[in-house]
């Protein structure tokens, strides 16, 4: 059974930092895209960031130069580092994986930034 669990999700102020991190089944995404999604209240999913099986990143503009997205393929990990966090960065940020042409999720972490 294919597994993404989310960790390190939590309350921050304005302009702190929080990691997240995703545990991925096994070798499963190993080639594959990672990636980070959110959805804040009474809003749509939105792509968060994305990272390649060779390493190759991609971000959205509202986090461009204050998220970074890595991964580990022997640790079978990916994860997301959120530094200067706005209210606006607050939601349910959930671990996607796509392989085969089916996208994957975690259940999501709560990430909540108070002004």
């Given at each position: ?89 607050t939601g349910v940020y ?15 972490t709560l990430v909540t930034?108070?002004?």
């Amino acid at each position: 059974q294919v597994q993404l669990v989310e960790s390190g999700g939590g309350l921050v102020q304005a302009g702190g930092s929080l990691s997240l991190s995703c545990a991925t089944s096994g070798s499963f995404f190993r080639a594959n895209n990672l990636g980070w999604y959110r959805q804040a209240p009474g809003k749509q999913r939105e792509l968060v960031a994305v990272i390649t099986g060779t390493g190759i990143t991609n971000y959205a503009d509202s986090v461009k130069g204050r998220f970074t997205i890595s991964r580990d393929n022997v640790k079978n990990t990916v994860s997301l580092q959120m530094n200067s966090l706005k209210p606006e960065d607050t939601g349910v940020y959930y671990c996607n994986g796509f392989k085969y042409g089916i996208n994957y999720w975690g259940k999501g972490t709560l990430v909540t930034v108070s002004s």
